[in-house]
T-cell receptor, first 112, second 113 residues
Framework: DTEVTQTPKHLVMGMTNKKSLKCEQH?????MYWYKQKAKKPPELMFV???????INESVPSRFSPECPNSSLLNLHLHALQPEDSALYLC???????????FGSGTRLTVV | EDKVVQSPLSLVVHEGDTVTLNCSYE??????LLWYKQEKKAPTFLFML????IEKKSGRLSSILDKKELFSILNITATQTGDSAIYLC?????????????FGQGTILTVHP
């Protein structure tokens, strides 16, 4: 299995809702990442997990809460989002300190 | 701060043309340079370049890194409509900042039949 799987593919949520994005990989990668991408812009790093521990938080607002339950799974919990948070959320994984990043197909999030 | 600049920002060509996309950078320490193709969703990996002057090829695509002049190019020969996409280059940092890929703005390539 050489893929990073993200669910759901599309999500529409209200500003008072709580939802979660899920990411799964079975490549044995021990580093996992969340990126946010707005239209016609490059991806921006949000969080990095290394060996299931949060190693980088790029000053992301607390309405985004990451979780890494085990080495194969990465979640992003969403609460009280704003319309400007609408974007494509990409998960990626790699071996720690390796350049071989694999991206998932993303979740297209719309906040209404 | 690390900086990666891609040019051109957009490019329109016809099928069969050859295109050259540029990625220049101002980075003091990096591990490798990556090229990705992004259509509607996930960026898909094209090349990883770590050594200067060694060309990597995959079908009609090729890429090379010049560490002296601080740039990389991505060549696509005999373009097809399926090559239409955003092409992103990204630098992988050295040291302990792994994961913090620095992306360029991307080049939007449109190939007309």
């Amino acid at each position: 299995d050489t893929e990073v799987t993200q669910t759901p593919k599309h999500l529409v949520m209200g500003m008072t809702n709580k939802k979660s994005l899920k990411c799964e990989q079975h490549m044995g990668h021990r580093a996992m990442y969340w990126y946010k991408q707005k239209a016609k812009k490059p991806p921006e790093l949000m969080f990095v997990y290394s060996y299931e521990k949060l190693s980088i938080n790029e000053s992301v607002p607390s309405r985004f809460s990451p979780e890494c339950p085990n080495s194969s799974l990465l979640n992003l919990h969403l609460h009280a989002l704003q319309p400007e948070d609408s974007a494509l959320y990409l998960c990626a994984s790699s071996q720690v300190r390796d350049s071989g990043y694999t991206f998932g197909s993303g979740t297209r999030l719309t906040v209404v | 701060e690390d900086k990666v600049v891609q040019s051109p920002l957009s490019l329109v060509v016809h099928e069969g043309d050859t295109v050259t996309l540029n990625c220049s950078y101002e980075v003091t320490n990096f591990r490798s340079l990556l090229w990705y193709k992004q259509e509607k969703k996930a960026p898909t990996f094209l090349f990883m370049l770590t050594s200067s002057g060694i060309e990597k090829k995959s079908g009609r695509l090729s890429s090379i890194l010049d560490k002296k002049e601080l740039f990389s190019i991505l060549n696509i020969t005999a373009t097809q409509t399926g090559d239409s996409a955003i092409y992103l280059c990204a630098l992988v940092p050295g040291g302990t900042s792994y994961g913090k890929l620095t992306f360029g703005q991307g080049t939007i390539l449109t190939v007309h039949p």
